[in-house]
T-cell receptor
């Protein structure tokens, strides 16, 4: 989307390699986390979510890892494809007090051939 | 296609003016969220409505207001526009009222690109 104008950290990976995108969250009370993908010209698209009672969750080609001790979240993409090129955002929510999602600043993933 | 419709897609207006952005949520979704995405600040939560009532408020300026109508569509009103209000404005919808009531998986629209000149 228009986030291409943001000065985002960029991760470049070769097609076929695995990608790991990291996110540090700030609120220790957050207990629900989501990864979103935003392609150019589109709105954020849900990829995978995880609750704080889990430390790992797998989807199709994606895995989210949660480390509550250090407030760190990561998204692993297996066998990265050109179509994975996008900006990836993590989002957190404290389900006990608020329903809104707080988004991180995002990471741009560039897949090279 | 997420099922969330935002209009207009692009809007160019002058400083001091007022605009209204419209959002139609996915069929059956009761919650509508508004986010602002600017070049230097990423996605910022503005406000959420659930079944017609304000549910949560974020960093929304007093010059901005929103409402959700009985048919569940929502409008975001931006007034006394300033150059710094230029941004992408996203609407998202979800079935629940938020994380406390289940998944907060929210589906985003394509956004409205607002340019204030």
């Amino acid at each position: 989307g228009e986030s291409v104008g943001l000065h985002l950290p960029t991760l470049s990976v070769q097609e076929g390699d695995n990608s790991i995108i990291n996110c540090a969250y700030s609120n220790s009370a957050s207990d629900y986390f989501i990864w979103y993908k935003q392609e150019s010209g589109k709105g954020p698209q849900f990829i995978i979510d995880i609750r704080s009672n889990m430390d790992k969750r797998q989807g199709q080609r994606v895995t989210v890892l949660l480390n509550k001790t250090v407030k760190h979240l990561s998204l692993q993409i297996a066998a990265t494809q050109p179509g994975d090129s996008a900006v990836y955002f993590c989002a957190e929510a404290d389900t006990g007090t608020a329903s809104k999602l707080t988004f991180g600043t995002g990471t741009r993933l560039q897949v090279t051939l | 296609d997420s099922g969330v419709t935002q209009t207009p897609k692009h809007l160019i207006t002058a400083t001091g003016q007022r605009v209204t952005l419209r959002c139609s949520p996915r069929s059956g979704d009761l919650s509508v969220y508004w986010y602002q995405q600017s070049l230097d600040q990423g996605l910022q939560f503005l406000i959420q409505y659930y079944n017609g009532e304000e549910r949560a408020k974020g960093n929304i300026l007093e010059r901005f207001s929103a409402q959700q109508f009985p048919d569940l569509h929502s409008e975001l009103n931006l007034s006394s526009l300033e150059l710094g209000d230029s941004a992408l404005y996203f609407c998202a919808s979800s079935a629940s009222g938020g994380a406390a009531m289940g998944s907060t998986e929210a589906f985003f629209g394509q956004g409205t690109r607002l340019t204030v000149v």
